[in-house]
């Protein structure tokens, strides 16, 4: 609980429908998750961890600075349309920010440990939906009742302040 996974699932929840978060969030964290429990193993001799830490850590604050720019889509309207979609969208955030996290890190773990491809993958897979799922009720609630501006500018900072966290212990070691 409280991981900046289910930070970015509110975020996302105070700006499209859930239902389409959800499923986001489902799409992006399957393929991660497959990633993790196919490729994970042999992933840090393919790509270093540095640099996909590195690169996490530069995709937060690009998603920062993309929640205070915003973007065409309406959610709601029928005039412009960000050309990926909210669903999309999500899916690529969720999946970025699952790149060398614990998460990731974890269901790597538990593939190598335990034999069961898709116990492995639907489970870790369905526990993150799960957990994110709450993030998005709260999300919901917090979008009828602050100000669209606070949890835009809130929203950005988070992101902000997880890529920098992500980078100074990445690159300060």
């Not at 690009?62 to 979609?85: A, C, H, M, P, V």
């Not at 602050?146 to 300060?172: D, H, M, N, R, W």
């Amino acid at each position: 609980m409280g991981d900046k996974t289910q930070l970015v699932a509110l975020s996302f929840a105070t700006k499209y429908k859930p239902a389409k978060v959800i499923l986001g969030i489902f799409l992006g964290t399957l393929v991660c998750h497959l990633f993790s429990v196919v490729i994970g193993q042999n992933l840090t001799r393919l790509i270093p961890m540095f640099y996909l830490k590195v690169l996490v850590g530069f995709s937060f604050i690009g998603f920062g600075i993309w929640t205070l720019k915003g973007d065409s889509y309406e959610e709601g309207g029928n005039k412009q349309y960000f050309r990926f979609g909210p669903v999309a969208t999500v899916a690529v955030a969720f999946f970025l920010a699952e790149l060398g996290d614990k998460t990731q890190l974890a269901t790597i773990s538990m593939a190598a440990e335990y034999s069961s491809f898709w116990g492995v993958w639907f489970g870790s897979t369905l526990g993150m939906v799960l957990a994110d799922g709450i993030a998005i009720i709260v999300g919901v609630l917090a979008g009828k009742n602050l100000p669209e501006k606070f949890i835009k500018y809130i929203s950005a900072a988070i992101f902000v302040i997880f890529g920098l966290i992500i980078l100074a212990g990445t690159l300060v070691k």
